[in-house]
Structures are given as structure tokens and as C-alpha cells.
Nanobody, 114 residues
Framework: QVQLVESGGGLVQAGGSLRLSCAAS????????MGWYRQPPGKQRELVAL???????NYADSVKDRFIISRDNPKNTVTLQMNSLKPEDTAVYYC????????WGRGTQVTVSS
């Protein structure tokens, strides 16, 4: 059974940085797309960043030039480096990965104080 576990969330002041990691278990195969989504309080879940198996990336306009997504294929992990954080980045961040099916992690809270 495939499981995704996020780590690295927390409380940070505006302008600070956090690094989120997502570790996948339960499969020896490489995921197709891996990505990060977030759900701000009272809002719908939205795409933050996506990375394909060959390393092509896609970012939401709101995080371009501040966030960097990367992945380690042998380890089946995906990381999100978040810099210059803003209060509007406050959300629960979810890891998502696809390989035949779509899998989600349980989420990790990121809170950015002003």
C-alpha cells in the first residue's frame, strides 16, 4: 500500500524559510508526477508546485521565484524549499503523487506570522 508522509512544517516569521519533505513508501516504482498542494484556511486546495519524473517543474504564479520543488527518484521523495515566506502562504500543505493511481499525504501545517 502506497503511503506519503510529509514533514517539515511549522511556524515561521514572514521572510523566513521552511523546507517540506515527502517520503513515499509501499512501491518500488518511480512515480510519474509528484507535487505539493496547499489549502489555506477557509479556501479550496490549490496547486503549489509540480515535478514530473524527468524533472520538469510547474509552479503557481504566487510562489514562482520563491519556492523550489525537487525530487529524488531512487528514494521516491519530493521536497519543497520555501523562501521569502508570506502570511498568505499559511496553509496545510499536502504531498501528492501519481503512479497508476493518485495518492495524498495527510498534510503538514505551515504558519507564517507577520
Amino acid at each position: 500500500q502506497v503511503q506519503l508522509v510529509e514533514s517539515g512544517g511549522g511556524l515561521v516569521q514572514a521572510g523566513g524559510s521552511l523546507r517540506l519533505s515527502c517520503a513515499a513508501s509501499g512501491t518500488m516504482f518511480r512515480f510519474n508526477n509528484m507535487g505539493w498542494y496547499r489549502q489555506p484556511p477557509g479556501k479550496q486546495r490549490e496547486l503549489v508546485a509540480l515535478i514530473t519524473s524527468d524533472g520538469t517543474t510547474n509552479y503557481a504564479d504566487s510562489v514562482k521565484d520563491r519556492f523550489i520543488i525537487s525530487r529524488d527518484n531512487p528514494k521516491n521523495t519530493v521536497t519543497l524549499q520555501m523562501n521569502s515566506l508570506k502570511p498568505e502562504d499559511t496553509a496545510v500543505y499536502y504531498c501528492k503523487a501519481t503512479i497508476a493511481n493518485t495518492y495524498w499525504g495527510r498534510g503538514t501545517q505551515v504558519t507564517v506570522s507577520s
